[in-house]
């Protein structure tokens, strides 16, 4: 693994963040337990709704709606980590409250309810800075 932090290089388990460190795809029973309903494992970019500041990037498991971002599949913050399991998610431009934290008691796994009104997703595109200079 020390090779991959070194010389910054992604592969499909290993995804490069904006802040240059390098997200490891989780891979355990909740993604699997998604993944064998359908679909696939995704990186979104969540950003505001009111400004379009980045708020995070998500790895997103299975099929549906993104209704909560569990706080262990978010891999990236704008400002660095912050506690969302009792802060709420806002915006550090605007101060929109884009997600209120709660534990989703099905899985008894700290999440962040989102308020599909205050933000905007996409698929999360690793930029190459040498391609963007």
């Keep these: ?55 995070l990037v998500y790895q997103k498991d299975g099929l549906g709606p993104l209704k909560r971002c569990y706080v262990d599949r978010i891999a990236w913050q704008t400002g660095g980590e912050k506690d969302l399991t009792h802060d709420p998610l806002k915006c550090p431009t605007c101060k929109e409250t884009v997600g209120t934290p709660m534990i989703y008691k099905k899985e008894d796994r700290p999440a962040v309810r989102m308020d599909n009104s205050k933000f905007h997703k996409s698929r999360y595109v690793v930029r190459d800075s040498a391609t963007t200079s």
């Design 1 to 55: 693994m020390a090779g991959i932090n070194e010389s910054k290089k992604t592969d499909k388990n290993h995804i490069l963040m904006p802040d240059g460190s390098i997200y490891k795809i989780q891979r355990d029973r909740f993604q699997k337990d998604r993944l064998k309903l359908g679909g696939e494992t995704i990186m979104l970019s969540i950003s505001c709704a009111s400004c379009e500041e980045p708020l």
